[in-house]
């Protein structure tokens, strides 16, 4: 009943930004906590940033924060991730996911997931 599509990925040189977007289908989109993952060749899938439902509590991993900043529209039923001052090492398959706002960084708690959008920063 949830379809997530991400989009706005791309090359892009180190120090440079990207703009990533998650469109949901479904109502009930402002009923969720939405996050996004990365997962890299040969690495485990790793938390990046999730947002709860009102968008007024975001959350990061450190190695991102101070760089990219979540956000979500609930009217048009989406969620961003601007990607800013962007590192070699942030390369990798970009994924949004929706669950209850409670799920911050716990992978385990999300329920569906987008195609994923690739990400890569050359040096």
């Known amino acids: 009943q949830v379809q997530l599509v991400e989009s706005g990925g791309g090359l892009v040189q180190a120090g440079g930004s990207l703009r990533l977007s998650c469109a949901a289908s479904g109502r009930t989109f402002s009923s969720y906590g939405m996050g996004w993952f990365r997962q890299a060749p040969g690495k485990e899938r790793e938390f990046v940033a999730a947002?709860?439902?009102?968008?007024?509590?975001?959350y990061y991993a450190d190695s991102v924060k101070g760089r990219f900043t979540i956000s979500r529209d609930n009217a048009r039923n989406t969620v961003y991730l601007q990607m800013n001052s962007l590192k070699p090492e942030d390369t990798a398959v970009y994924y949004c996911?929706?669950?209850?706002?409670?799920?911050?960084?716990?992978?385990?708690?999300?329920?569906?997931w987008g195609q994923g959008t690739q990400v890569t920063v050359s040096s």
């Open positions: 996911a929706t669950g209850p706002s409670r799920a911050r960084e716990r992978t385990y708690e999300y329920d569906y």
């Open positions: 947002i709860n439902w009102s968008g007024g509590s975001t």
